[in-house]
């Protein structure tokens, strides 16, 4: 438990803003090498925090698994070990060059069916909502009509609907 929380703050603090800082140093500079050295940090650090989410289901429970975990996540970030740039470089670049048309096209495709997907449901969800309003509406004009109808009844009928009532001295004629 300690040293899962240990490796949580690790992470956030050595895997996230640290290297956030550094990356925002980086465009204001506009210095360009240490702009890509950032930019393949982040993309093998996404990477990373992907693979931990599997990681951590399925092999948490391995001894010394957090310790682990914090020392890659310093080495991804150290500037000695530039170890971003080496995986960058021998396996992700390489691995991203060869499926790229494949990656492009599974993007296109699944923003396409990611639009149609929000139209379809859009219109079911229009429909069930005009649905429920027309329902709503003609259970109202039903009560409505019942009470319209009552203020319409002559004083008489009222009077003659309600027996234990007696009539006041504004309604004796």
Same mark, same amino acid.
């Given at each position: ?9 690790? +992470?956030? +603090?050595?895997?996230? %803003? ?5 990356? &925002? ?9 240490? /702009? ?11 990477? !990373?925090?992907?693979?931990?989410? *599997?990681?951590?289901?399925? *092999?948490?429970? !391995?001894? !010394?698994? &957090? ?23 021998? !396996? +992700? $670049?390489?691995?991203?060059?060869? $499926? ?5 096209? &599974? ?7 990611? /639009?149609? @997907?929000? %139209? =379809? ?19 109202? @004009?039903?009560? #409505?009509?019942?009470? =319209?109808? =009552?203020?319409?009844?002559? +004083? #008489? ?10 009539? #006041? ?5």
């Amino acid at each position: 438990m300690v040293s899962w929380m240990i490796c949580r703050l690790v +992470v956030l +603090v050595f895997g996230m %803003l640290c290297p956030a800082y550094a990356s &925002y140093k980086a465009v204001k500079t506009k210095n360009i090498r240490e /702009y890509v050295r950032w930019m393949m940090y982040w993309i093998v650090f996404a990477l !990373f925090m992907a693979a931990e989410i *599997i990681t951590d289901i399925f *092999i948490s429970w !391995f001894p !010394f698994y &957090y310790e682990i975990k914090m020392a890659f996540v310093l080495w991804l970030l150290s500037p000695y070990t530039k170890g971003a740039s080496l995986l960058y470089r021998k !396996f +992700v $670049h390489p691995s991203l060059s060869r $499926h790229e048309k494949e990656i492009d096209a &599974y993007i296109v495709q699944a923003k396409e069916r990611s /639009y149609e @997907t929000v %139209l =379809t449901f859009g219109k079911r969800g229009l429909n069930i909502a005009a649905s429920a309003a027309v329902q709503a509406a003609t259970k109202g @004009t039903r009560l #409505g009509a019942c009470r =319209t109808a =009552t203020p319409r009844m002559s +004083v #008489g009928r009222i009077l003659r609907q309600s027996p234990g009532r007696q009539p #006041g001295p504004e309604r004796s004629r």
